[in-house]
């Protein structure tokens, strides 16, 4: 934490997300404070908490509009130093153009890979640029200084940092994508990829989860944009202005401030005994996500579903809670997902009929408080993501286990798995893999378990969340020096 204070002094800070960290709803009881599940917002709040400054998000909640002063602004102040919270306001037009079409179901699938076609109309390109620019707008109008620190998050906002750069020149702009970025190829299917492209190169910084996603951008920029790039130093120079391009591997704060508030693991593993009536001696797995496509939940589900065949010994001591948060569910491929992860699960329940369900699907989200315990509660986690730009849930899964106790067992094809090798990891394309590793977690004696862990958590521990941003402040803090003392700035 100490790494951020000092780093740029006296500097502005903003960050431009599509998502705000709270959301407010209208209940019966009244407004209730709902935190999204979302990577994003779990990786930038502690740090928006650690810094102060503005952070400009979409305002979603039925109840949002209260919540607000004239201005559209917020305090956050739960803890010091408290930051502003302003919130824009988007039509249902506009949300169905900007956010569902052109982000989730054009870039969305685009950058993850996994054989959904992503679909470009251009009035949801329009609606991306329009709404591109009110953010942009709201950033200028945030601003009290020139040279701001303007921290624009993910791929709901290629275009703002060219946007901010017109209107001010002299902002520190950095732009992290926080999901992966596909090869030149891949990318060039997207028709406004130029535009995309040269959006993206008015950043100062272009961060990326891993290296692998930074040489496939650069690969699309030289394919896709005129512009000079130096390789050896990874910067991108387009009509004058220059464009770091760097790996910045996310995390989570450490140690999460929800642990705070939670009993022991042991004690938290007879809650959820209790919540789902397991019978003594049960093993069992949880896996955590939004309801996603990406997240390989069929795949997991068939994976348990095929080491119960090859070995029935585990239909009564096996369980597995799957908890889903219902996400996007607008979009077809969506809503589909969810259908047919239910009718999965209740095939595979009726296949295995014993004194208890072997799969609970839990279509609802979780407060972090109820996360964190069902994973103190868990002998295994697993994240089978078919792509994923870092993985957070991994993370916390590791950061809740003081115990060293646990198993989790890891994708390939996401950034954590580079950083969490001691992580069971396994091909979420191939069942049988993945069902031998949840075998292997099972039985994976408590000394082994406890070596695993400990490394795993010493990895999380050094490479926080606060390491994260602040690198990248580090980077934007030379970058200042260095225009000021060339005389570029
Ligand atoms: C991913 C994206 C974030 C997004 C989050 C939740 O982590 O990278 O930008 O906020 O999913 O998705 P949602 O569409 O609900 O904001």
């Known amino acids: 934490q100490e790494v951020l204070h000092g780093v740029l002094p006296g500097a502005e800070v903003l960050v431009v997300s599509n998502r705000e960290p709270y959301i407010h709803n209208a209940m019966e009881a009244g ?9 994003l917002v779990s990786a930038l709040e ?7 400054g503005t952070w400009i998000a979409h305002g979603s909640g039925s109840a949002d509009r209260e ?3 004239e201005n559209d602004r917020i305090r956050v102040s739960e803890v010091a130093p408290a930051y502003t919270l302003r919130r824009i306001w988007i039509s249902e037009e506009e949300q169905d153009g900007y ?6 179901e054009g870039l969305w699938p685009l950058c993850h890979i996994v054989f959904v076609r992503p679909t470009f109309r251009l009035t949801d390109w329009q609606m991306y640029r329009q709404i591109n620019q009110r953010f942009a707008d709201a950033v200028v109008a945030e601003a009290h200084t020139e040279d701001p620190v303007v921290l624009v998050q993910d791929y709901h906002f290629a275009l703002a940092p060219r946007m901010i750069r017109e209107r001010l020149p002299k902002a520190t702009i950095i732009t992290f994508w926080h999901i992966p970025w596909p090869n030149a190829e891949t990318f060039g299917i ?29 690969e699309g920029v030289d394919r896709f944009v005129e512009s000079r790039i130096d390789r050896e130093v990874q910067t991108v120079s387009l009509g004058g202005h220059e464009t770091r391009v760097r790996a910045y591997p996310i995390s989570i704060e450490w140690p999460p401030s929800e642990l705070e508030k939670l009993p022991p ?52 001591r096996l369980v597995f809670v799957q908890v889903a948060a219902p996400t996007r569910s607008k979009l077809s491929s969506y809503s589909k997902l969810q259908a047919e992860a239910e009718e999965l699960a209740a095939e595979i329940n009726g296949s ?12 609802r989200h979780y407060e972090p408080a109820e996360v964190f315990r069902l994973f103190r509660a868990a002998n295994a986690c697993v994240v089978s993501s078919l792509h994923d730009g870092m993985n957070l849930v991994a993370k916390e899964f590791v950061s809740s286990r003081e115990d060293n106790a646990g198993v989790l067992i890891l994708s390939s094809f996401t950034g954590a798995s580079r950083e969490l090798s001691e992580a069971l990891i396994v091909n979420p394309y191939d069942t049988e893999e993945m069902a031998s590793a949840i075998e292997l977690a099972l039985t994976m004696p408590i000394q082994e378990q406890a070596e ?24 934007a803090a030379r970058s200042r020096t260095r225009e000021r003392v060339l005389g570029l700035a």
């Open 67 to 69: 919540a607000v002063d």
């Open 265 to 316: 693991p042991a004690h938290c593993r007879s809650d959820v005994v209790a919540q789902f009536g397991l019978a003594e001696g049960t093993r069992l797995i949880v896996g955590v996500e939004r309801f996603d496509y990406t997240k390989g939940i069929l795949d997991r589900m068939r994976a348990v579903d095929a080491l119960l065949s090859r070995n029935l010994a585990w239909r009564d």
């Open 99 to 104: 956010y569902y079409g052109f982000a989730n």
């Open 190 to 218: 997207c028709p406004w990829r130029a535009e995309i492209i040269e959006g993206m190169l008015g950043s100062t910084i272009v961060g990326f989860h891993t290296q692998f996603h930074c040489n496939n951008f650069i």
């Open 352 to 363: 295995y009929p014993g004194r208890q369900p072997v799969i609970h699907l839990i279509a």
């Open 452 to 475: 695993r862990m400990k490394l795993m958590r010493q990895q999380v521990k050094e490479h926080n969340v606060y390491r994260w941003a602040g690198a990248m402040l580090v980077d």
């Open 31 to 39: 407004r209730v404070v709902q935190r999204p599940a979302s990577g």
């Open 46 to 52: 502690p740090i928006m908490r650690a810094c102060g």
